[in-house]
């Protein structure tokens, strides 16, 4: 009822909540941590740079007076920013800086990703390194994946692969594998099935299927089964399905993988129910 009440004001100019929040924000926690998440999101959705000053302010200011209310709007900050980050109009780094030397490792990791979509440098290592860290708990290493897989250039490509190729659990690798997928670029087809004898079955699943996404990527994996580096019958039925299904090359992908696999039909109705 809160913010039903409070958000096409806050729409209009989020400057009173903020206000709101700074004063009073740490003595209603946890109401105000669901509002200052919600806050955050709001901003972002009204693309403005100035209104994004005054978030980065209130998380300042409440990572000093209360840490899961900081937490809170980093939240709602990192929620609102998927879609396009924003820079706010004001220097960031000291008050990324601050928030990654903090004594809380839940703001220092949201630093971290906040400051990568953002571009700080810092943040960017910092992800990496989180990423790569074998002793770091999983989910963790996970976000730092995520977060990573935005920038799509040489340097984050090269590091998932990386990944996959290392000794690491199976979350961290699947996470690596879609974050390759997402990234694009090339070479991936052959760093990706050189670790195929060693992969798990979901990461050979998770490895086919973002391999048959894209057209080039479907030539270059099958010209690997034609090679016979890799036996047809560890591909997943649904990878198969999707080459089968291909358009790319006028069907000359789709006749290939006749070749590779033989017939191929699609269950019928009372199997696959």
Same mark, same amino acid.
Not at 102 to 113: E, H, I, M, T, W
Not at 239 to 245: G, I, M, P
């Given at each position: 009822l809160i913010w039903s009440a409070a958000e096409p004001q806050i729409a209009k100019d989020p400057s009173d909540a903020i206000e709101w929040l700074i004063e009073?924000?740490?003595? $209603?926690?946890?109401?105000?941590?669901? @509002?200052?998440?919600?806050?955050m999101r709001r901003i972002c959705d009204t693309?403005? !740079?100035?209104?994004l000053?005054?978030?980065?302010?209130?998380i300042d200011a409440a990572a000093s007076s209360d840490k899961a209310l900081a937490r809170a709007a980093l939240d709602g900050l990192l929620e609102g920013q998927k879609g396009k980050a924003i820079?706010? $109009?004001?220097?960031?780094?000291?008050? @990324?800086?601050k928030l990654r030397n903090?004594?809380?490792?839940?703001?220092?990791? !949201?630093?971290?990703?906040l400051g990568a979509l953002w571009g700080d440098a810092a943040a960017i290592r910092a992800n990496f390194d989180l990423a790569k860290n074998s002793k770091a708990d999983s989910a963790d290493r996970i976000r730092a994946i995520e977060a990573i897989r935005k920038q799509k250039n040489e340097s984050s490509r090269a590091a998932m692969i990386g990944l996959v190729a290392g000794q690491n659990p199976e979350p961290v690798k699947l996470a690596a594998i879609q974050a390759v997928g997402e990234i694009g670029r090339e070479p991936i087809v052959k760093p990706l099935l050189g670790q195929w004898d060693k992969m798990t079955a979901a990461e050979r699943r998770a490895t086919a299927e973002m391999l048959v996404s894209?057209?080039?990527w479907q030539s270059a994996f099958l010209s690997v089964l034609e090679q016979k580096q890799i036996a047809p019958g560890d591909v997943p039925p649904t990878?198969?399905?999707?080459?089968?299904?291909s358009k790319a090359d006028f069907g000359m992908l789709a006749r290939r993988a006749g070749l590779v696999f033989g017939k191929f039909r699609e269950a019928d109705k009372d199997k696959a129910k």
């Open positions: 009073n924000g740490p003595s $209603t926690m946890p109401l105000s941590g669901h @509002l200052s998440t919600k806050v693309q403005n !740079r100035k209104y000053d005054l978030a980065v302010s209130f820079m706010p $109009t004001v220097d960031t780094a000291p008050f @990324l800086a903090s004594n809380d490792d839940g703001l220092k990791q !949201r630093a971290q990703r894209r057209d080039r990878a198969v399905r999707a080459l089968f299904k």
